[in-house]
């Protein structure tokens, strides 16, 4: 369902209007974000200092000069400034690298030119249903939208229903769109592998085994994402080139109503608005399930979708590795910015966190089984792509591990890896931390959202992301562990599952442990300003989830305690007076009988 008052439809042609292919040998044409920017000095200053300073704050608190020495110490002592000092390096280290891979993006990011589709290409629209997990008004809406979507030859719209609902059937039915369905069928349900039962690409797969033959390509949306109208105009025409494997757009949520899911879509901003961009100068941008088109061949080729909690980027990453048989070029993708189906984002806390958890997870999975095959199966600059997008989350989870570390070491045990001038420290961090943040606030210009103000500066989703790095942490023991992941449907349609205090025990966790240790410090003397300021903003980001959850449950419960005495005076006006002999006699302000 899309909500009144955005314009999608401007936000529907982001990439440009429609040209006709030149050549007869068509390749997919680009234009670099930055040649469309009249103040590009200012880019590329950012881009290069940004780097730049964050580069020397490294240098500069891991200089040897700085090592902490200590005459006579005890070795436990001695060993844990040792870690502190290759916390610090590592916290810094990986600073850099994300700040190199902001600014290779701003520098790199570009749109396909939009072409009119080939006519006469056969194509399959799908969706998936899971009986009881997705309300059926919201599947109603997804198949409706389907069904207009308009394409210059043939066109089948196809639900996949894991259940073989009743009631699934006859809206199909009702719409003229056709059923599958591998319930029962054994071969289509197995314990692992491309048809692994209750999962997504284990639905896709088994479809693909039955009726992919039939077609050229195939359209899909996740059920709560409703298609545009030319969904279908906008990414088939990049097909025209034979090494397209797919075509993705962004994510952006329809629901954009409670703070949990606006900040959801704040949080996906750089990736959408200028990650996905970037890999288009590698004709790699990552697969994204949420809203696609695929070319048949392509998939079959690698065997399906892959089994993973995340079937779509680790796809990606399998059909990037290899080569296109017809032309022996690697086959290739694309990101248009052009928003061209609607969904909905987790509504609450509980949904946000499950949604995180298998995101991350799925990356871990794809680092520990996937990654290791490229280096020699995937050209460089892809690599390098899908490098830098792949370490963001461990990047994250093991930056809030050596940050807290950090913190406990000195607030303890007074440990201290280096010792630096506090005003050099200063200038050169609040220098570096300023071109960060005037770099992202930059390329918000970018932005690919309907949703969010023009002009906002992102600042929910920057606080979402910094939120989210225990639940990254946490994924990650799990992946190394190798504790068993599953695929879990995101409540939709209304159905958000209720947060309880419960929901935020991991931040509540680490925040009690950093209460302790600032305790701890007041104690023992350790009283260095910077450390404890820093375990207080890692124990305000802990509690930050919470308190929000816990204000918005005031407002709530107050906005509903000041209506009830309205509702009730509304409802008291609606009863008759009586009068004598119990006839009924018209409240104030009534009106009776006809003029």
């Not at 392509?298 to 032309?327: C, W």
Request: charged fraction near 15%; aromatic fraction near 10%; proline fraction near 6%.
């Amino acid at each position: 369902m899309r909500p009144e008052g955005y314009h999608y439809d401007t936000y529907s042609r982001l990439a440009g209007p429609l040209t006709q292919p030149s050549g007869s040998a068509y390749r997919v044409q680009y234009t670099k974000l930055l040649s469309r920017e009249p103040h590009r000095i200012r880019a590329v200053l950012l881009m290069t200092l940004a780097p730049v300073l964050t580069c020397m704050l490294l240098v500069y608190l891991v200089w040897p000069s700085h090592w902490v020495e200590r005459e006579g110490g005890a070795r436990w002592l001695i060993g844990l400034d040792a870690t502190m000092l290759v916390s610090i390096g590592l916290i810094e280290l990986f600073m850099v690298v994300n700040v190199v891979s902001i600014a290779h993006a701003t520098m790199v990011a570009r749109d396909p030119v939009p072409v009119v589709p080939e006519p006469g290409t056969r194509v399959a629209f799908l969706t998936t249903y899971v009986p009881g997990k997705e309300p059926l008004s919201m599947l109603r809406a997804t198949l409706e939208g389907a069904v207009g979507v308009t394409h210059t030859g043939p066109l089948d719209v196809w639900l996949l229903d894991e259940g073989d609902d009743a009631q699934a059937r006859a809206l199909c039915a009702e719409l003229g769109v056709r059923h599958f369905t591998r319930f029962g069928v054994p071969e289509w349900n197995r314990d692992s592998g491309v048809h692994k039962t209750r999962t997504k690409h284990g639905n896709y797969n088994a479809w693909i085994a039955m009726h992919g033959g039939e077609y050229d390509f195939f359209a899909s949306v996740d059920t709560d994402h409703v298609p545009l109208p030319n969904f279908l105009e906008r990414m088939m025409g990049y097909f025209r080139d034979p090494d397209v494997a797919f075509v993705v757009g962004p994510q952006v949520y329809g629901n954009y109503t409670s703070p949990v899911t606006k900040a959801a879509e704040s949080q996906q901003f750089l990736f959408h608005a200028l990650i996905q961009r970037a890999g288009n100068r590698y004709r790699a941008p990552m697969f994204v399930g949420t809203n696609n088109v695929v070319r048949v061949e392509a998939v079959k080729q690698v065997g399906g979708l892959y089994d993973s909690i995340t079937e779509d980027m680790a796809t990606g990453f399998e059909l990037h590795r290899h080569r296109n048989p017809r032309t022996g070029g690697y086959w290739r993708s694309v990101y248009t910015p052009d928003v061209l189906a609607v969904g909905e984002g987790p509504a609450s806390w509980t949904d946000f966190f499950t949604q995180q958890l298998r995101w991350s997870r799925g990356t871990y999975e794809t680092l520990f089984k996937q990654y290791w095959k490229a280096p020699l199966r995937m050209p460089a600059g892809r690599l390098f792509s899908y490098t830098l997008m792949l370490v963001y989350y461990p990047m994250t989870a093991v930056n809030w591990l050596l940050g807290i570390l950090s913190c406990v070491l000195f607030l303890w045990f007074g440990a201290s890896g280096t010792q630096v001038a506090a005003s050099v420290w200063l200038m050169l961090y609040s220098d570096a931390a300023a071109l960060q943040i005037g770099l992202y606030l930059w390329n918000r210009r970018h932005n690919v959202s309907p949703h969010e103000p023009q002009g906002s500066g992102g600042l929910a989703g920057m606080a979402m992301s910094a939120l989210s790095a225990p639940i990254y942490l946490k994924s990650l023991g799990s992946a190394v562990a190798r504790t068993p992941s599953r695929f879990v449907v995101t409540p939709k349609g209304g159905d958000a599952s209720a947060d309880r205090m419960a929901t935020f025990r991991i931040h509540l966790y680490w925040a009690a442990l950093l209460a302790v240790s600032l305790l701890a410090s007041v104690l023992l003397g350790h009283t260095h300003a910077a450390m404890r300021t820093w375990a207080a903003l890692a124990m305000a980001i802990s509690l930050a989830p919470a308190a929000v959850w816990l204000t918005t449950q005031y407002r709530e419960r107050r906005a509903g305690e000041a209506r009830q005495p309205a509702a009730r005076r509304a409802e008291k006006s609606k009863e008759p007076a009586l009068a004598g002999g119990g006839s009924p006699t018209p409240v104030s302000g009534s009106t009776t009988g006809g003029n």
